[in-house]
Each structure stands twice: as structure tokens, then as C-alpha cells.
């Protein structure tokens, strides 16, 4: 449900995400089952454990994951498609973007601040590579 739930784009990501909550959830869980062994007893913290996964399978039948596989996750289109040199068969990896912009030399250092900040948005987005040159 993680997996298909998401757009392709961010599919990666949205997965590593699933996992980091996922081993937390397995660390936090260790210290309170044990805590909770520790302070009460072996069977009693497996009772209470078994309690708890029936209640999360009534919840389960409650609030299914499948509904939300019906939401339209294809990419909205609003960017124009780019113009290429040459057409690209299949996937051929790594594709180098460049963007030119002039800037009045007095607003040099504004434009520089403001394009660390949009490096690290596209770096957040999947960039493997980015950069600023300067003529």
C-alpha cells in the first residue's frame, strides 16, 4: 500500500521514509516491551501485546489502506516538456539541465542567496548534481 499509494517521482523516497519510521517504531516498541516485561512479567507484557494486535486488527477492518490506492497520483503536467538536442531512447541515465538567467550585476548577491536556497529544494527532489555557474 506505501509503495503504490505514492507518485513514481517520489516513490523513493516516500519508501525510505516508510522505513525510518518502521525501524523507530521497532526500537521504540523493544524498549517499552521491555520495560513493561521488566516491570510486570513476561506474560503479562506478551498478554498485553496480543491484546493490542487484536485491537489494531479491528482497526484494521475500519480503516482500510486500499481506499486511498484510488486517488489519481499521476504528475500534474504543468511544466511544458523540455526541448531536447537530440531524442533519448529508453533510459539512458543522468540528465544535465541547464537554465540561463542575466542578472544586473548590484543584484548579484541576492540572486546567489536565493539560488542556495532553490539548490537545496532541488537537491530535497531528486538532483544527484547542483550547481550555479557564473559567466
Given at each position: 500500500?506505501a509503495?503504490?499509494?505514492?507518485?513514481?517521482?517520489?516513490?523513493?523516497r516516500?519508501?525510505?521514509?516508510?522505513?525510518v519510521?518502521?525501524?523507530?517504531?521497532?526500537?521504540v516498541?523493544?524498549?517499552?516491551?521491555g520495560t513493561?516485561?521488566?516491570?510486570?512479567?513476561?506474560?503479562?507484557?506478551?498478554m498485553v501485546?496480543?491484546?493490542?494486535?487484536?485491537?489494531?486488527?479491528?482497526f484494521a477492518?475500519?480503516?482500510?489502506?486500499?481506499?486511498?490506492?484510488n486517488?489519481?497520483?499521476?504528475?500534474?503536467?504543468h511544466?511544458?516538456?523540455?526541448v531536447?538536442?537530440?531524442?533519448i531512447?529508453g533510459?539512458?541515465g543522468?540528465?544535465?539541465i541547464?537554465?540561463?538567467?542575466?542578472?544586473a550585476?548590484?543584484?548579484?548577491?541576492?540572486?546567489?542567496?536565493l539560488?542556495?536556497t532553490?539548490?537545496?529544494?532541488?537537491?530535497?527532489?531528486?538532483?544527484?548534481?547542483?550547481?550555479?555557474?557564473?559567466?
Amino acid at each position: 500500500a506505501a509503495q503504490t499509494s505514492v507518485p513514481a517521482w517520489v516513490r523513493a523516497r516516500a519508501l525510505s521514509l516508510y522505513i525510518v519510521v518502521f525501524s523507530a517504531g521497532m526500537a521504540v516498541g523493544s524498549l517499552g516491551w521491555g520495560t513493561l516485561a521488566q516491570q510486570t512479567s513476561t506474560p503479562i507484557a506478551l498478554m498485553v501485546a496480543a491484546a493490542g494486535t487484536a485491537l489494531a486488527a479491528l482497526f484494521a477492518l475500519r480503516f482500510r489502506l486500499g481506499e486511498a490506492a484510488n486517488v489519481d497520483v499521476t504528475p500534474s503536467g504543468h511544466w511544458p516538456e523540455p526541448v531536447l538536442v537530440e531524442e533519448i531512447a529508453g533510459d539512458r541515465g543522468p540528465v544535465l539541465i541547464t537554465i540561463e538567467y542575466r542578472i544586473a550585476l548590484d543584484q548579484r548577491d541576492a540572486y546567489l542567496r536565493l539560488m542556495r536556497t532553490l539548490g537545496r529544494s532541488r537537491r530535497r527532489d531528486g538532483a544527484v548534481q547542483w550547481g550555479v555557474a557564473e559567466d
